[in-house]
């Protein structure tokens, strides 16, 4: 079975600070891997997936199967980064089946 | 607001009772996914739709819980005889399903069902 944990429930950085979500998965396949974000009082959203390459928000992502992790990077934390951060892993033919970790609240602080 | 819409927001009901929560996905979205987030976890999957067609359900959901989306528009989601255990947020979310990674899930805003 799949599994996704995120060590840290809480994180606080400074404004400014690089910070760096921890996701760790477990997974027999080969996984495609998400981060979601729900900010205060919003919904939860996607912010990136690993298959995209992309940057978003300053945010980036890097897979690396060997060490089975899926780390949320970005050099210089905003205060409007400050949210509650899911990692997510899919498999199987709906990509919108997806298995969360617990969370981790990012504080950014002025 | 165009986006994914459940109602009601809060449920509050006695152990024992049934509810049911509405989910309107965005027009157009064929695929609707039901999940259940309890306090300090993540959401879990619970079960979704491919237009009326039901085409997964997780072991989370026991025969109490049942998801019906008769049209393939608004979908509903009852549980009877409520337990205690059954208190969370169910989240619903929809996709216009594109093959592979395209996918992008769009949740609603959930409903917060307590059972006392």
């Known amino acids: 079975a799949q599994r996704v944990t995120q060590p840290e429930k809480l994180l606080s950085v400074f404004k400014g600070a690089p910070v760096e979500l921890k996701c760790n998965y477990s997974y027999s396949g080969s996984p495609e891997l998400f981060w979601y974000v729900q900010y205060s009082r919003q919904r939860l959203q996607l912010l990136l997936r690993?298959?995209s390459r992309e940057s978003i928000k300053g945010f980036t992502a890097d897979l690396n199967k060997g060490e089975t992790s899926f780390h949320l990077k970005k050099p210089f934390a905003q205060e409007e980064d400050s949210a509650m951060y899911y990692c997510?892993?899919?498999?199987?033919?709906?990509?919108?089946?997806?298995?969360f970790g617990q969370g981790t609240i990012l504080t950014v602080h002025p | 607001d165009t986006g994914v819409s459940q109602n009601p927001r809060h449920k509050i009901t006695k152990r024992g009772q049934n509810v049911t929560f509405r989910c309107d996905p965005i027009s157009e979205h064929n695929r609707l996914y039901w999940y259940r987030q309890t306090l300090g976890q993540g959401p879990e999957f619970l079960t979704y739709?491919?237009?009326?067609?039901?085409?997964?359900k997780s072991r989370l959901l026991s025969d109490r819980f049942s998801a019906e989306r008769p049209k393939g528009s608004f979908s509903t989601l009852e549980i009877q005889r409520t337990e205690q255990g059954d208190s969370a947020m169910y989240l619903c979310?929809?996709?216009?399903?594109?093959?592979?990674?395209?996918?992008?899930?769009?949740f609603g805003s959930g409903t917060q069902l307590s059972v006392l």
């Open positions: 997510a892993l899919s498999r199987g033919t709906s990509y919108g089946k997806l298995t």
């Open positions: 979310a929809s996709s216009l399903g594109e093959t592979g990674l395209n996918e992008k899930l769009f």
């Open positions: 690993h298959i």
């Open positions: 739709f491919q237009n009326e067609a039901q085409l997964e």
